[in-house]
């Protein structure tokens, strides 16, 4: 019997456990714990799991947020073209880097998170093999893109200036190749049926599914509390005597989950 059924039937053993309503209960840890020590304790260890989950949510959004604005930015590279000032190529070329590495990062923490399930580990080499195959002139070295330690990347605006007064078209088509390239990984990686998009979905149902265990939780303890300043029959209750039969079986049973 889940918690769920398990409320109900503490509320069918006494008619006026019934205005405890079905609403989400707030009950204090110490409360909770004189009610019933153990669900105190399945308590303790739903709610432990609610903030793992919603920590591995908000490192997995971040990504999802990085990756969508590098998808962005990559396209302002393909939108530069002969007629672009320096200053234009340089923004946009700046405003990518930053993007670049923020999703360098978010992958990096995706990975640590989630492991290579996330496919976060094979995006980052993906992104870096970007970074590096483009080997005919000119060179995003020579447009002064460049490739840090940890993966990230940085840029140098007098090598950029030195490209555009050389060959001011050859550096935006050269760009605009690079952009296409990162834009495109950064967009499997947000597609439906991309391994984050799986894992958000998870994670957002199981978050869901946690929080409403816990409000089962809470809804039995206090119908149950409610029985036992009510009625001056709980401690033979058959039915109410079930119930606290059926929540230690209940508690006894998260510490599986």
């Known amino acids: 019997m889940d918690l769920q059924s398990l409320s109900g039937l503490v509320g069918r053993g006494d008619s006026t456990l019934s205005q405890a309503g079905s609403s989400k209960t707030t009950l204090s840890a110490d409360s909770l714990s004189k009610i019933s020590p153990a669900l105190a304790k ?75 399930n996330l496919g976060s580990s094979t995006l980052l080499g993906d992104l870096r093999r970007a970074l590096n195959q483009r080997t005919a002139p000119p060179t995003l070295h020579a447009l002064g893109i460049r490739a840090q330690a940890d993966g990230t990347v940085k840029l140098d605006a007098a090598a950029l200036k030195t490209a555009l007064a050389a060959n001011g078209k050859g550096v935006t088509g050269a760009l605009s190749q690079f952009g296409a390239a990162v834009g495109k990984l950064a967009e499997g990686g947000l597609s439906s049926s991309s391994r984050l998009t799986s894992a958000l979905s998870s994670l957002g149902n ?39 039969q059926l929540l230690q079986q209940a508690y006894q049973g998260t510490q599986g989950s």
């Open 206 to 244: 199981r978050l869901t599914a946690l929080k409403k265990q816990e409000d089962a939780l809470l809804s039995a303890a206090t119908k149950l509390s409610n029985s036992r300043t009510t009625s001056a029959k709980t401690s033979t209750d058959p039915t109410i005597l079930k119930a606290q």
């Open 42 to 116: 399945a308590r303790e260890r739903v709610v432990a799991q609610e903030q793992s989950t919603a920590t591995s949510l908000s490192v997995l959004g971040k990504y999802k947020s990085a990756l969508a604005s590098l998808v962005g930015t990559a396209g302002g590279l393909g939108k530069l073209g002969s007629g672009s000032t320096p200053a234009a190529v340089q923004s946009a070329l700046e405003a990518f880097a930053a993007d670049y590495n923020s999703a360098t990062s978010g992958a990096r923490e995706a990975f640590a998170q989630g492991g290579s």
